[in-house]
């Protein structure tokens, strides 16, 4: 996946270590200490970069397991540590103050008072932003802020504080900020019959579909409840981000890196999404028209469906 990510386009690639540091932390995915070096050296020969996510908070009592990440990303020449606990951050300034430290999205630093922060505290020369804010909303928090900010523009969308959802763990005792996993594929099922597909996590159902309804991963914050006296979707629709129409507002309000959501996805999606930006990014600088790159990937939409989010903050 990381190879196929470079050879369509991607400048940098994010990847984690094969244990709950990361936030991706399922079975068959992510790197051990020899396969990391491995890549980054490949990726180096490419001109691509390598960025580590130990963006996980670190289990008391057991922090030691994110010090070892840590300084196994170092050792593996990474450009980039992407972190949010507090303590993970603190120990890789402090054992490796040469480490370019950028501050994950689950740390939901969505102000200038915030990311001043984490810039003077821990050296973090960037700031992944939570997916939360609109397109004016970020060109004003630039405006205050003194190192680079980078946005998610494709893949899955949460609508939580990022970093601080515990709503899976009550359903499957595991959760993103301590395990690394959001509804872990083990507790998902679908229930068929002839009058409807039934999604359920941990056992409990949290949507009913019709004939020929598109269902989306199941999480619990995209579950349909009755509530209020009515059967909706509390917070969003299970949907994919997509922001490909806005890449010039993002640019112009001074966004330095575009962030895709490809782990936990195989190779043929990840190079036709990193192709597809890479060629969108390519035409804006060109000063081309953008437009018919816009639909290009809403086939690899979750439940089929897509959205621009809080970009275009249609919802709050």
């Known amino acids: ?32 200490r020899a396969e990391l070096i491995e890549a980054t050296r490949w990726a180096h020969g490419r001109g691509a970069k390598v960025l580590v996510a130990i963006n996980t908070f670190a289990r008391a009592g057991q922090t030691d397991l994110w010090k070892r990440s840590v300084d196994t990303a170092v050792a593996a020449a990474a450009d980039a540590i992407i972190a949010a ?36 505290a821990y050296g973090v020369k960037r700031v992944v932003l939570p997916r ?29 504080a990022e970093g601080r959802c515990a709503l899976s763990s009550y359903a499957t005792g595991r959760s993103p900020n301590l395990s690394g996993v959001c509804s872990p594929p083990e507790a998902v099922t679908f229930d068929r019959s002839p009058e409807a597909l039934t999604t359920r996590l941990g056992g409990l159902a949290i949507d009913r579909l019709g004939p020929g309804d ?20 509390l917070f969003e629709e299970p949907v994919s981000l997509n922001a490909m129409g806005l890449l010039a507002a993002l640019r112009t309000a001074g966004v330095r890196a575009v962030k895709v959501e490809g782990r936990q996805r195989g190779k043929a ?34 439940g089929g469906r897509e959205t621009a989010g809080a970009y275009r903050k249609t919802w709050r």
């Open 1 to 32: 996946m990381l190879r196929a990510a470079v050879e369509a386009g991607a400048d940098s690639v994010y990847c984690g270590l094969r244990d709950e540091t990361n936030a991706r932390n399922f079975p068959g995915l992510n790197f051990d």
């Open 85 to 120: 606990d507090l303590g993970v951050l603190a120990y890789a300034h402090e054992a490796h103050p040469r480490a370019r430290l950028h501050l994950s999205v689950q740390a939901a630093a969505n102000s200038s008072d915030a990311i001043r922060f984490y810039a003077e």
């Open 132 to 160: 939360v804010l609109s397109a004016p909303e970020i060109a004003a928090l630039i405006k205050e802020t003194p190192v680079e900010i980078e946005a998610f523009v494709f893949g899955g969308l949460c609508v939580m």
């Open 214 to 233: 598109s269902a989306g991963y199941p999480t619990l914050c995209k579950g349909r409840f009755d509530a209020f006296g009515q059967t909706d979707y």
């Open 269 to 302: 999606y990840v190079a036709r999404v990193a192709a597809a930006f890479r060629a969108a990014i390519d035409a804006l600088d060109r000063g081309d028209d953008t437009t018919r790159f816009e639909r290009q990937l809403t086939d690899l939409a979750e």
